[in-house]
T-cell receptor
Framework: QKEVEQNSGPLSVPEGAIASLNCTYS??????FFWYRQYSGKSPELIMF????GDKEDGRFTAQLNKASQYVSLLIRDSQPSDSATYLC??????????FGAGTILRVKS | DTAVSQTPKYLVTQMGNDKSIKCEQN?????MYWYKQDSKKFLKIMFS???????INETVPNRFSPKSPDKAHLNLHINSLELGDSAVYFC?????????????FGPGTRLTVL
């Protein structure tokens, strides 16, 4: 069983729609969760982190965490073509070791 | 005002050679990391140093040797390069080594072994 699982996509949404990206993890003891965005040929860029159950909003982005279901998601409202990228879910463990999912490719069509 | 920098950006070399990649951060962070992103874009941690001490050493061939001369620098030396070492290597840093610390990535070094 993979430690962090994401649907590889691509997930295609029209401009202005809500994009919903999902991630599940296997280590029930995980405490911190991160979403990174990676454009092709670029480095991962942190866009959200969440530590507590529930929702956390930052601009057009909302991260949602459900530790009981071992599920974390990222919602992007009013999606723009510039949001087209690979979104990496990462779960933290001992020594700040980040375990990444394989990423979901998001395509926003204008 | 680059936060995490790496050199070189591209590295093309022959099998069997030895090469090094350098990383520097000016964020004042205590912890630095090396990650490898393979051709399928899967990003996996290799090493982590906290205040110059090795704290994470994943299952990586011993041809890979990290060195941290001070907490702002973390270098990666690779001996006897193999075709399978071709990948993008990312350096990252965080304030501390605890779980509640965001990691910030450098621009990456694309290594191609011929």
């Amino acid at each position: 069983q993979k430690e962090v699982e994401q649907n590889s996509g691509p997930l295609s949404v029209p401009e202005g729609a809500i994009a919903s990206l999902n991630c599940t993890y296997s280590d029930r003891g995980s405490q911190s969760f991160f979403w990174y965005r990676q454009y092709s040929g670029k480095s991962p860029e942190l866009i959200m982190f969440i530590y507590s159950n529930g929702d956390k909003e930052d601009g057009r982005f909302t991260a949602q965490l459900n530790k009981a279901s071992q599920y974390v998601s990222l919602l992007i409202r009013d999606s723009q073509p510039s949001d087209s990228a690979t979104y990496l879910c990462a779960v933290n463990g001992y020594g700040n070791k980040l375990v990444f999912g394989a990423g979901t490719i998001l395509r926003v069509k204008s | 005002d680059t936060a995490v920098s790496q050199t070189p950006k591209y590295l093309v070399t022959q099998m069997g050679n030895d090469k090094s990649i350098k990383c520097e951060q000016n964020l004042g962070h205590d912890t630095m990391y090396w990650y490898k992103q393979d051709s399928k874009k899967f990003l996996k941690i290799m090493f982590s140093y906290n205040n110059k001490e090795l704290i994470i050493n994943e299952t990586v061939p011993n041809r890979f040797s990290p060195k941290s001369p001070d907490k702002a620098h973390l270098n990666l030396h690779i001996n006897s390069l193999e075709l399978g070492d071709s990948a993008v290597y990312f350096c990252a840093s965080s304030q501390a080594a605890s779980e509640y610390n965001e990691q910030f990535f450098g621009p990456g070094t694309r290594l191609t072994v011929l």
